[in-house]
């Protein structure tokens, strides 16, 4: 029996069973789809706006600073300067603020903060805006990355699905990665399944991103180039669609705000689309539970910060099972 049965193989289940085997921990990632996960869909940028819970704030600067250790080609993480606009006109978020709310932060120290009228013709209809450098990642590159990185630290990846947690499971411990599975493998009713669609065009020159803020109950649009190739136009909050596959009309509609934002996309040849399905809950779970007579910590409700939270959590749930492990 192995020491450590991690379920999901998205960005959170991997980089806790990458944390857990370079501990030394005998580790076995099971996925239905390993290379076809949510992670794979999301188009990422480190910001950890809208996945709750107390941790949130050193969850999140814990995986900045692994993401910047690991920026480069390979795990396909870069860092760039862009701009966060809202459409209302609001405060900063506490991620960019210091303890005593000033802006700026040792770990994002240095911002500049615009009215919509003075950053210039790509912010019409946009009140305020604030210009940071985040780390943006790649993640089909990325995922990809992690998992030759688990199977290096002597972990491995298996193509299973797994219908309960009550069911008998291999593992000494069981580590709950299963993001939105996780309504019905717990159960978790508290847990929604919310679609999201992104397209991936041609870089027509753009060098910063553009993030529109707000809450994560509505579409929002992003512009995320990956490199001089690629540039990630998103996304859609879709609470009522299961469709797995791209909508013709969604693409047209993310691409037409995107190039309101940056005209010089509006002949940018498509090269890829992508479907996912964030799982959205009230707040983060990471917590011990005795399922069924075995030892089961979950990891998952990271809405749409799983990246931005990953290494931090990782952490976490690395500390839960070496204590149980004993």
Not at 6 to 13: D, E, F, L, S
Not at 258 to 274: F, G, M, T
Not at 294 to 315: F, P, T
């Amino acid at each position: 029996m192995v020491d450590a049965l991690v379920i999901g193989a998205g960005v959170c289940g991997l980089t806790t069973a990458v944390v857990l085997a370079e501990q030394g921990v005998d580790v076995v990632v099971w996925a239905r789809e390993p290379e076809r996960t949510a992670s794979w869909a999301a188009g990422a940028i480190w910001g950890p706006i809208d996945s709750r819970h107390p941790e949130v704030p050193r969850w999140s600067a814990v995986t900045r600073r692994a993401l910047l250790d690991l920026e480069g080609p390979e795990a396909g993480i870069w860092q760039l300067y862009g701009l966060e606009a809202s459409r209302d006109k609001v405060d900063l978020p506490d991620f960019l603020r210091d303890e005593t709310g000033e802006i700026g932060s040792v770990l994002v120290p240095d911002i500049e903060r615009f009215d919509g009228a003075s950053t210039g013709p790509c912010l019409k209809g946009f009140a305020v805006a604030w210009r940071y450098a985040a780390p943006l990642i790649n993640m089909p590159v990325y995922l990809a990355f992690l998992r030759q990185r688990l199977v290096a630290a002597g972990g491995r990846l298996e193509v299973r699905p797994v219908g309960r947690l009550q069911d008998d499971l291999p593992g000494r411990v069981v580590v709950n990665c299963s993001g939105a599975g996780a309504h019905d493998l717990v159960p978790d009713p508290s847990v929604e399944a919310v679609r999201g669609q992104l397209v991936v065009v041609e870089n027509p020159g753009i060098g910063e991103f553009f993030a529109e803020h707000g809450g994560h109950e509505v579409n929002l649009t992003y512009i995320f180039p990956m490199n001089a190739e690629q540039v990630v136009l998103g996304s859609t909050f879709e609470r009522h669609n299961r469709c797995p596959e791209p909508d013709r009309d969604i693409r047209q509609g993310i691409i037409d705000r995107c190039v309101s934002i940056y005209p010089q996309l509006v002949a940018a040849h498509v090269l890829d689309e992508r479907v996912g399905f964030r799982c959205i809950r009230d707040r983060v779970r990471l917590e011990h539970e005795r399922i069924a007579g075995r030892d089961v910590i979950h990891n998952y409700g990271h809405g749409s910060g799983g990246v931005s939270l990953s290494w931090g959590c990782a952490a976490d749930v690395a500390d839960h099972v070496r204590a149980l492990l004993g």
